[in-house]
């Protein structure tokens, strides 16, 4: 099994920045993609930024410029750093990934439990 734990989140007031990570242990050969995803209350979970193995990147229109995300394989982490935070982006933030046990297996989407961010106006 693979046990995913974000750390980071906080309250924080708008304009500043927060840097979350997400480790992750278990049985892990590799990963391919890795992101965070969001909700907000009364919403959906949405997709803020996506990193794949090559390390193509994919940004929610509302984050591009303000957060990036990185990842380093050899310690099983993945991260995003927020700047310029906005009221909006209050929610609770959750880190995937796509990992595998072993070579020619399959890779299997795992969830952390969320990390709640804040951001005052």
């Not at 930024?49 to 410029?65: E, I, P, Q, W």
């Amino acid at each position: 099994q693979v046990q995913l734990v974000e750390s980071g989140g906080g309250l924080v007031q708008a304009g500043g920045s927060l840097r979350l990570s997400c480790a992750a242990s278990g049985s892990i050969l590799d990963f391919n993609v890795m992101a965070w995803y969001r909700q907000a209350p009364g919403k959906q979970r949405e997709l803020v930024a996506s990193m794949t193995s090559g390390g193509r990147t994919n940004y929610l229109d509302f984050v591009k410029g303000r957060f990036t995300i990185s990842r380093d394989n050899a310690k099983n982490m993945v991260y995003l750093q927020m700047n310029s935070l906005k009221p909006e982006d209050t929610a609770v933030y959750y880190c995937y990934v796509e990992a595998r046990r072993y070579y020619g297996g399959s890779y299997v989407a795992h969830w952390g439990q969320g990390t709640q961010v804040t951001v005052s106006s």
